[in-house]
């Protein structure tokens, strides 16, 4: 209705537009895996892996692309493949599968009946209760979002301290292209966080805070940048390399396939 409206008031020149935007984004006929995203602020066509998706992103560049985007993605299959095929072993939210947490496995447990979903450190499990087994993965996220909202935001303050800056409003989300990011309000910084952190080892998940804490001060990547951030984190290196080489494992988790 919205595109048979809008119709009437463009006219007839940008008739089929509005139309077919309104389609996007949608999966291709034959694949899948793969989805089609309209970018206005696009200039090419492009790929990109959605690691958490487990699923690849066509970029159209504007509605009249389109068809050239099909055929793009139809000629890179190949590639898309062995993109997909090389993502690490999903590790879905089902009972008696393990997830990483703290950068340990962790069992998770699902006991009959109700009460507070709890994480046993001694006994690495996650547990639970849950009345059925469809709210079971949603129980899970939700649990783990509220660990790394309370260790994220220690962490945020203890380095916005350091660097005597003050951190307003700590949010935990799942952004799928960032560890972190943060914006300056009003003199204070409001910083937000991927949840898969809480997944990691607790040194990376320090790291990235003090990363974003470092923005605090500079908002950039500027070589200024990067001395506060070694002023008050020791192993910058160490800490980046692994979330390079293990970024695409936290996205695995709780995926389903
Ligand atoms: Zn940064």
């Not at 970029?59 to 099909?70: D, N, W, Y």
């Not at 380095?159 to 951190?167: H, I, M, N, Q």
């Amino acid at each position: 209705m919205a595109g048979f409206l809008s119709k009437l008031k463009s006219g007839n020149a940008t008739m089929r537009g509005p139309m077919v935007k309104d389609q996007f984004p949608f999966r291709d006929e034959d694949d899948p895996r793969v989805l089609y995203v309209l970018s206005e602020r696009a200039r090419r066509i492009s790929l990109k892996v959605k690691n958490s998706e487990r699923e690849v992103h066509v970029v159209v560049p504007g509605v009249r692309a389109l068809s050239k985007a099909k055929q793009f993605a139809r000629e890179q299959r190949d590639w898309i493949d062995v993109q997909l095929e090389s993502l690490p072993p999903p590790m879905p939210f089902r009972p008696g599968e393990y997830i990483l947490f703290q950068g340990q496995e962790y069992q998770l447990i699902s006991p009959p009946g109700k009460g507070r979903p709890k994480i046993s450190r001694s006994r690495q499990k996650i547990i639970v209760p849950s009345p059925d087994a469809e709210s079971f993965p949603g129980r899970v996220r939700r649990l783990l979002i509220r660990e790394a909202r309370e260790e994220l935001t220690a962490a945020s303050h203890y380095y916005a301290e350091k660097l005597d800056k003050r951190v307003g409003k700590v949010s935990v989300r799942d952004q799928s292209s960032r560890w972190g990011s943060c914006i300056t309000r009003n003199g204070e910084g409001h910083i937000s966080y991927s949840w898969r952190l809480i997944c990691a080892p607790p040194e990376i998940l320090e790291y990235v805070a003090a990363h974003e804490c470092a923005h605090l001060v500079h908002d950039d990547h500027s070589k200024a940048f990067w001395d506060v951030c070694h002023s008050i984190y020791d192993d910058v290196k160490n800490a980046t390399k692994w979330l390079n080489k293990n970024g695409a494992k936290l996205h695995a988790i709780g995926a389903e396939f």
